[in-house]
């Protein structure tokens, strides 16, 4: 199994070795295929807002040592040429072999394939691609494939997907699992800009359960033929730990 693993909630002075022990300490660095988080500012994130990087010079050089890469969340939803090409330092930086952007915008992925081939290309789960049509549109142009966090329990339809060598699937779920509109994700997008726009979450316009952190079940998982999964760092007001951090 190879795992990519968020760096939410990690402080730019904490080294990132360091962070990985101490959150994520049942997992092998050899089981790590990378990581994703914020790197220096940039309009081009989405997913969450952008207060500031994650991920330091120095502990980027130390993944890369570890025979880690990094994963971008370039998955702002409104993309403009000239924005990208305002971007194209932060992308030449990073270009190298194992390194990948994760996108929801296909305007984008379009110029980093075509400007920057090093990079591998993911289809973000804000793009909610939900039927096997749409993976095989999707893997037309990306190198793999997010799917949405309820279907991580629809074990008759991820069985019949072909290509799941291409796939990644969550190993554990916050609160878009059960969000019913996720009226955040083009907010995220919005503020990232960087113009004053504000956050917008639905628990407060509609009724949902709220579950906290749920682990999906890996075993089930990779006898169906998955090995690619991505990795969440539970936050404390919610759960202070998943299953995966203490004995998985």
Known sequence: M???ISVRGKHLDDSILDYLRVHFPNFPLQEIDSVFGFLEKSTLYGGRNFTGPQLSPGDVEKLYSSGIGVRIPFTNH????????EN????????REGNAAIITNDKLAQWIKRDFPKYRLEASVIKNIDTYQKIDEALSLYDTV???????????YLDKIVNKQCIRLFANAGCALTCPSKICYPSFSKMNKFNGAEYRCSQTLKDRQQMGMVDFDLDKLTELGFDRFKLLRARPKHLTKTGYETGY
């Not at 409104?78 to 090409?85: A, G, I, L, T």
């Not at 194209?88 to 270009?95: F, I, M, N, T, V």
């Not at 997010?146 to 008759?156: A, F, N, R, S």
């Open 78 to 85: 409104y993309v403009e040429e000239d924005e990208y090409k």
């Open 88 to 95: 194209l330092p932060l992308l030449e930086k990073y270009h």
């Open 146 to 156: 997010v799917l949405p966090m309820w279907q991580c329990q629809e074990y008759d």
């Open 2 to 4: 190879f795992f990519t």
